[in-house]
């Protein structure tokens, strides 16, 4: 007596692992930013420096808005996983779509998680009346009443400690 095993090679599991891997690599890619850290909109350019003293400092979070990255790999691995579902191409169908949509915003909200920093919010007061205040990651380390300087760059305004 002969028995026939029949396999079904599904390629959706054997890329899940792979792709999954992908996935963790990139988000420890994740753009990282501070007051050492200069964009290629900045490389070159001048940057205007000003003198101010530090009248408060807070503690801040500072969350992304979206994670393209994170709901792109969702999405893909989603897709993946719901295709799996169902006995029929119409009910894979339909598990690919709705894994896919699950997974972006599953993916989305990892990604936004992943990147979210501490940071401060450093008020500075310049002396002629003209008082801001600066969002930037919690990398400087500055104290009330302390003389920083400001640089305004191309890509955005930075606080660091005046010598």
Do not use: H, W
């Not at 029949?6 to 007051?35: D, E, I, K, N």
């Not at 295709?83 to 896919?100: M, P, Q, Y």
Request: with cysteine; proline share 2%.
């Amino acid at each position: 007596m002969t028995q026939e095993i029949s396999v079904q090679y599904r390629p959706a599991r054997f890329l899940a692992v792979p792709l999954a891997a992908l996935a963790f690599t990139l988000a420890g890619c994740a753009t990282s930013y501070g007051s050492g850290t200069v964009s290629s909109a900045a490389v070159g350019s001048a940057s205007t420096i000003r003198q101010g003293t530090v009248v408060a400092v807070r503690a801040v979070t500072i969350k992304p808005e979206t994670s393209l990255l994170g709901a792109a790999t969702g999405a893909i691995l989603g897709g993946l996983a719901g295709s799996e579902l169902g006995g029929g191409d119409k009910a894979r169908t339909a598990g690919g779509v709705a894994g896919a949509v699950a997974g972006g915003i599953a993916g989305n909200e990892a990604g936004k998680a992943l990147n979210t920093k501490q940071g401060l919010a450093i008020t500075v007061d310049f002396g002629n009346g003209d008082i801001k205040e600066f969002v930037q990651p919690a990398d400087t380390v500055v104290q009330v009443g302390q003389v920083v300087n400001v640089a305004f760059r191309a890509d955005g305004a930075y606080i660091s400690a005046a010598y």
